[in-house]
């Protein structure tokens, strides 16, 4: 646009918003705004924006749906140690009795999910377990089927029981249960942090998102420059949001010290590690039998 | 788009939830073509839900809604070729105008529309540089959107839905986090646009804003109903 014809329209149109204007000081509108065209849009493939916008949603839903997640009796950081020790000794058993005494576990406590969660639980750990039968396949042709079987039984255990946790946990008392492992309370904050830092820039992608498929009303002949700009933008914001982020820490008195309250046992916990301690003696007794045995 | 006598928007009973919360309760409104409405209410009361639905970006559990007598729902928009028209037709200017500007300089930024409809390279030039001067922008044309001030990013997001001269202009709260000039400033171009026969629907917390620029004003309560309205 040459600084000619933008100067000839400026004094035509122009309205200064830096001068006082009254209510009757009005801009004239260009001619091409009083007029109603009637618009044919040429034909695009610009699925992705849709898909991309749909993608993000069913991501926040996740994330939403897991703050209004529903408190269970038993501490998050008992479900936290609970779950990490079940999964360690199901892939340490080496005797098909235990894991099916976990498999048969898991799906007692699968049975007590709302449906909303029993979903995507049970199809995660679905996808996860015919992944590992197809890997483990060759074994079977191979003649150890039974390998096949525990492997793929261990994957479903691990999985369902990781998906339970997050389905049934906050994700910020999840990195609050780091705790019991003497992570560095810093350590736990930068998780918080990042947990949240995905929610707010995500949501920043989405309207960005948003805002280019309400504009996108024909051929987008350069689709990569307005995907970039919405990356470029969420780039910057965060840094910005980040420098925030520390000033308003600096000004709450923040000097690189941060304290996680201390974590809490209730009697349902004592009941959960009760049955934790017997399963593990369950698992000491089968593997002896099992190595006598051979 | 079929004959709609007038009624450019035509919402029937609309009920809108949030994972079983309800956000939006039979809401029901006409808006006539050129008409300037507004809508007050308490934050959470359903007002940016509502400008979603009217954008097409959500859809109403229960009830219809009407634009130029056709109604729009999922189905009517995965017709890529109707959406495009619509959203040519509907702009929307969102509360936070960061969120809205993607490009890296103000002129790809009002260009962004038109270059879409695909406008000869005259009428684009004509279109940017007939809204850089009635929104004075001339001199922000190269610059990145991100380094520009509260006032001027709103300026440049009104720039960027104007230059694609759309019948119904949407504003969330247009005067949120704006100083008492651009305020004026920004009130008067909303009466140029209204005087010129653009159809205005605006959220507003500001009584002002709305007893000097709307037509009407609707009044959602935080029971998420439409309480009535004032002319």
């Known amino acids: 646009m040459s600084e000619d014809i933008l100067a000839s329209q400026s004094n035509n149109l122009k309205m200064d918003p830096d001068r006082e204007n009254s209510a009757g000081d009005f801009v004239l509108l260009p001619d091409w705004m009083d007029r109603d065209i009637v618009y044919h849009p040429r034909k695009d493939r610009d699925g992705f924006v849709t898909k991309s916008v749909l993608k993000l949603l069913s991501v926040f839903s996740r994330f939403r749906q897991n703050s209004r997640v529903r408190e269970t009796r038993i501490s998050v950081w008992v479900k936290f140690v609970t779950v990490l020790t079940i999964i360690l000794l199901d892939a340490l058993a080496t005797n098909m009795f235990f894991v099916y005494i976990n498999l048969a576990l898991v799906l007692v406590l699968m049975v007590t999910l709302d449906s909303k969660s029993l979903k995507p639980v049970f199809f995660q750990a679905i996808i996860g377990t015919a992944i590992a039968f197809i890997i483990c396949a060759p074994a079977v042709f191979l003649g150890s089927g039974r390998s096949a079987i525990i492997i793929s039984s261990k994957v479903f255990v691990s999985v369902s029981l990781v998906g339970m946790l997050g389905y049934t946990s906050p994700w910020n008392e999840i990195t609050s249960s780091l705790k019991v492992f003497h992570l560095p309370d810093i350590m736990i904050l930068t998780f918080d942090l990042a947990l949240k830092y995905i929610l707010l820039l995500g949501d920043i992608c989405l309207n960005m998102l948003t805002a280019i498929r309400l504009r996108m009303v024909g051929k987008n002949e350069s689709k990569e420059s307005a995907l970039s700009g919405v990356l470029g933008n969420t780039f910057i914001r965060s840094r910005e949001m980040s420098k925030d982020m520390y000033d308003a820490m600096v000004c709450r008195g923040f000097e690189g010290q941060y304290i996680k309250k201390k974590l809490h046992l209730k009697k349902i916990d004592i009941v959960v590690f009760v049955f934790l301690a017997c399963l593990m003696a369950l698992f000491i007794y089968l593997e002896l039998d099992y190595a006598g045995s051979i | ?206 009584r002002d804003l709305a007893n000097s620029l709307a037509d009407r004003i609707l009044t959602i309560d935080s029971n998420h109903r439409l309480l009535g309205e004032m002319h």
């Not at chain 2, 007050?40 to 954008?55: A, D, E, Q, V, Y």
């Not at chain 2, 390279?121 to 380094?147: F, N, Q, W």
């Open chain 2, 1 to 206: 788009m079929s004959n709609y006598e007038g009624k450019i928007i035509s919402c029937k009973d609309i009920c809108f939830a949030y994972d079983g919360m309800p956000v939006l309760s039979h809401i029901s409104f006409d808006v006539m073509d050129g008409e300037c409405l507004a809508f007050m209410g308490p934050n959470g009361c359903g007002k940016s839900t509502l400008f979603k639905i009217i954008n097409g970006l959500a859809f109403p559990e229960l009830g219809t809604y009407q634009f130029k007598g056709k109604s729009i729902d999922r189905k009517t928009l995965d017709d890529a070729t109707f959406a495009k028209v619509f959203h040519q037709q509907v702009g929307f200017i969102f509360q936070n105008s960061d969120l809205q500007l993607f490009c890296s300089n103000v002129r790809e930024e009002l260009e962004f529309g038109p270059v879409q409809m695909g406008l000869a390279k005259e009428d684009i030039e004509r279109r940017v540089g007939d809204v850089a001067a009635m929104l004075s922008l001339e001199s922000l044309l190269d610059r990145a959107p991100y380094h520009l001030s509260g006032g001027e990013k709103k300026r440049v997001a009104i720039g960027c839905i104007l230059t694609m001269n759309p019948q119904v202009l949407i504003l969330d709260e247009p005067l949120a986090g704006l100083d008492e000039q651009s305020q004026k400033w920004l009130l008067g171009f909303l009466q140029s646009l209204k005087k010129s026969g653009k159809t205005i629907i605006f959220a507003t917390h500001d």
